[in-house]
């Protein structure tokens, strides 16, 4: 039989790593629905709605290095499209797969459900050009050529696609054949000449450091960055939206850098550096402590996707990939100066059994619980501020959404990290707000549905803590919540088995979390703390709020 528009589509992601499509069905994208549910190598996993299965398409991406969410037309599409630009934002190739009506319907202008009633088909589309690097309706005269096209813009950007498909031409066979695009190649005499200026802005210092960057890991390359950094022993810190690109449990690692915010030595350390090597690193506000961060443009090389600058010049047509290699094996081990490792750790958690639970004693016993290969996932707001200055055992990878900071996003994202993490047995713990969680709870019937089994820590600050630190009055009624029970949820959202607790004193937490760490089923614990319990960075960030939002 004929393939059709949409097998091929499946068949091309399938090839490239795509396992599971994340969605919402709808009338309109039923060929292509029903064309996924019955692909022999693609599962669809099933979402609340729209919105979440785009979330969960991100965590996905994270971990599995690609993504695919697929919903209907118009109501679908838009719903979902939060979490599209969020994976723009962060980098994370994520294909989105649109069911259109049918090519009669819209030539008609027919005024048909899903749509604004003005007879216009591809205002959804323009929408969504914004936050995605490429976008194509489907046929089944380009289906062939297109899919190559944006299989390998998403690759070459580490962004999300869009991909329409007319819910007739969706199970037409495909007419034509194309060949996959090769990936960009450098250009090597500007390769050499990169390397080259590197090489000697390196041999007249005599202190440097390297900031890793999450693009590093969005590309893939952090085993390429790992042995550049054994070649030559250069130190690293590491910014908040980047932690985790590189392990933490190593002799290199020099801290947390965030301005002038946190951890003054690691600051001095790296501002002092002779050189500062930013390898996929963005500097955005919550990199840089509020702006508060100052590198001297004269002593920084700041390494890319695509180009490389180094002291005011950029190379273009530089691959990163090719870049470390060749910089690996061109520069030689130096004995570089290294910071006190003391600031990698938090403070040892303290206490006593019968006291409450504060961020001085909770974010150390956090950090303790981790272990060796833990994908977290740290919802925006206070406690991916306070999970940032943890120091990750080796192999664990933290995920947060620093820039784009859509709160919600963490417990959908963790469903997907847990979904591609499934393969390789990896534990995935949640920490979330209850705040945020309030916008996606219904996601947790996810796990219990498909079979995972996360550890979430859901802390209960009674409502939204971060805003309380950042706008003029904390007490106003913008920043109260419904009082929710939610260590019951997991029950009524169809999980069962799992073990649910609510501690509010240091001993019922302490015994919630040696039960977590050797449960079989997954895990939910609610943490109950006063109303302004807040890590250093968030207390810093409302006493530098002017910073925060003048720059």
């Known amino acids: 039989m004929s393939t059709t528009v949409i097998q091929h589509v499946l068949n091309r992601l399938r090839d490239i790593g795509v396992r599971h499509v994340f969605g919402v069905p709808g009338d ?22 729209e919105l979440n299965a785009a979330y969960s398409a991100d965590g996905y991406a994270r971990v599995h290095g690609i993504g695919a969410v697929c919903t209907t037309y118009g109501v679908g599409e838009l719903s979902a499209i939060n979490g599209i630009a969020g994976a ?24 048909v459900h899903h749509t ?8 959804f589309k323009k929408m969504s050009d914004s936050v995605v690097c490429a976008s194509a309706i489907m046929t089944p005269q380009n289906a062939a050529a297109e899919t190559e096209r944006l299989i390998a813009a998403a690759l070459y950007h580490r962004r999300p696609v869009y991909m329409a498909f007319p819910a007739d031409l969706a199970e037409m066979p495909v007419v034509g054949t194309a060949q996959p695009i090769p990936a960009p190649a450098s250009d090597p005499a500007q390769v050499e000449a990169a390397v080259q200026a590197i ?8 202190s440097a450091c390297v900031l890793p960057g999450i693009l590093t ?15 030559t022993g250069l130190p690293f810190a590491t910014m908040m939206a980047d932690k985790g690109v ?27 550096s002779d050189v500062v090597i930013l390898v996929g690193a963005l500097m955005h506000d919550f990199n840089t402590g509020a702006f508060t961060a100052n590198l001297d443009p004269g002593r920084t090389i700041d390494i890319r996707h695509h180009h490389v600058s180094v002291d005011g010049m950029t190379y273009q047509s530089v691959e990163m990939k090719d870049l470390l290699g060749a910089l690996a094996r061109k520069l030689s081990r130096k004995q570089w100066p290294h910071p006190s490792a003391e600031v990698t750790r938090m403070s040892p958690a303290g206490g006593v059994t019968s006291d409450s639970i504060t961020a001085e004693n909770l974010y150390p016993r956090w950090e303790d619980f981790l272990k060796p290969d833990d994908i977290l996932v740290a919802e925006t707001g206070t406690v991916s501020m306070g999970m940032a200055f943890a120091r990750l055992p080796r192999g664990a990878t933290f995920q947060n959404q620093s820039l784009w900071g859509s709160i919600g996003w963490a417990t959908p994202a963790a469903v997907g990290a847990a979904v591609a993490a499934a393969e390789d047995s990896r534990r995935v713990v949640l920490v979330t707000g209850e705040g945020s969680h309030q916008l996606t709870a219904q996601e947790i019937s996810q796990f219990g549905r498909y079979g995972l089994r996360p550890v979430v820590f859901v802390l209960n600050n009674h409502g939204y803590l971060i805003e309380r630190l950042l706008c003029k009055d904390p007490d106003i009624a913008y920043n109260d919540l419904a009082n929710w029970q939610y260590s019951e949820l997991p029950k009524a959202l169809g999980c069962e088995d799992w073990y649910t607790a609510r501690v509010s004193t240091l001993a019922e937490l302490d015994q919630a979390m040696k039960t977590a760490a050797k ?3 997954g895990c939910y614990i609610e943490v109950m703390t006063d109303t302004y319990t807040a890590p250093p960075l968030a207390n810093q960030l409302h006493e530098n709020i002017d910073a925060l939002y003048s720059a």
Request: glycine share 8%.
């Open 28 to 49: 309109f994208a039923f060929p292509v629905d029903d064309a996924i549910a019955q692909h022999p190598d693609i599962q669809w996993i099933g979402s609340c709605n």
């Open 88 to 111: 723009y934002t962060e980098h994370l190739p994520v294909f989105h797969l649109v069911g259109m009506p049918k090519m009669p319907v819209q030539a008609h202008h027919s005024l």
């Open 217 to 231: 890991a969005r590309s893939g390359l952090g085993k390429e960055l790992q042995q550049f950094l054994d070649k």
């Open 519 to 521: 449960a079989k089923t």
């Open 246 to 272: 590189l392990d933490e449990d190593q002799s290199s690692y020099a801290g947390m850098y965030d301005g002038k915010l946190m951890n003054e030595s690691v600051r001095r350390f790296v501002e002092d």
């Open 116 to 123: 604004l009633g003005n007879g216009e088909f591809d205002l």
């Open 199 to 206: 090489a000697d802005m390196l041999g007249r210092a005599d």
